[in-house]
């Protein structure tokens, strides 16, 4: 069955650490695969997106994600995490093809920052 | 340029009351959404609309209705509140239609947050 993990319920960083939240997606063919951020009490936001081409994707805020189809994985990282960056964290998923597709979400990875 | 708007922010419901959710989007976005959001369950949805006049159901549709009154706006209707409906609310569009493969983003309101007591 298709279907996206996001395996971390919860993670806690110190302000200024690196971030790796992951994401593993289980699809026929490589799906469009993205990464969102709902900050407390807002809807989500997009952070970043992967089509196709380079597998390292820069999005906003300074985060990063990197698609390994031999890994089936698609990790949101930062380098050095800040205060405001605590929020919830969504990856997604569209299947790639023919007729029209729905995004599946990821039951989401809640980011808390120490400082 | 508004984006995506929902009201209301927040209510409250006995049981067996009904209410519907209005939401609007002002980027000519074919495709609409609506998602429910519960802890540990990420987003879940209930209903989607791929053009003005369609709608179909999604993951949990069961105890909601919606209309796609024109291509701006996407309404859901709970007929008969139950506590299990308890919520956030999300609705969403995104450029997706039937007649061509859209892989853009979609676009979030801001949530309307439901209680049914």
């Known amino acids: 069955a298709q279907s996206v993990t996001q395996p971390d319920i919860h993670i806690t960083v110190s302000e200024g650490a690196s971030l790796e939240l992951r994401c593993n997606y289980s699809y026929g063919a490589t799906p469009y695969l993205f990464w969102y951020v709902q900050s407390p009490g807002q809807g989500l936001q997009l952070l970043l997106k992967?089509?196709?081409?380079?597998?390292l994707v820069q999005g906003i805020k300074g985060f990063e994600a990197e698609f390994k189809r031999s890994q089936s994985s698609f990790n949101l990282r930062k380098p050095s995490v800040h205060w405001s960056d605590a929020a919830e964290y969504f990856c997604a998923v569209l299947p790639r093809r023919g007729g029209y597709q729905k995004v599946t979400f990821g039951t989401g990875t809640k980011l808390q920052v120490i400082p | 340029n508004a984006g995506v708007t929902q009201t209301p922010k927040f209510q409250v419901l006995k049981t067996g009351q009904s209410m519907t959710l209005q939401c609007a989007q002002d980027?000519?976005?074919?495709?609409m959404y609506w998602y429910r959001q519960d802890p540990g369950m990420g987003l879940r949805l209930i209903y989607y609309s791929a053009s003005e006049g369609t709608t179909d159901k999604g993951e949990v549709p069961n105890g909601y209705n919606v209309s796609r009154l024109n291509k701006r706006e996407f309404s859901l209707r709970l007929e008969s509140a139950a506590p299990s409906q308890t919520s956030v609310y999300f609705c969403a569009s995104s450029h997706a239609s039937k007649r061509e493969i859209h892989s853009d983003e979609q676009f979030f309101g801001p949530g309307t947050r439901l209680t049914v007591l």
């Open positions: 980027m000519n976005h074919n495709s």
């Open positions: 992967y089509f196709s081409g380079d597998t």
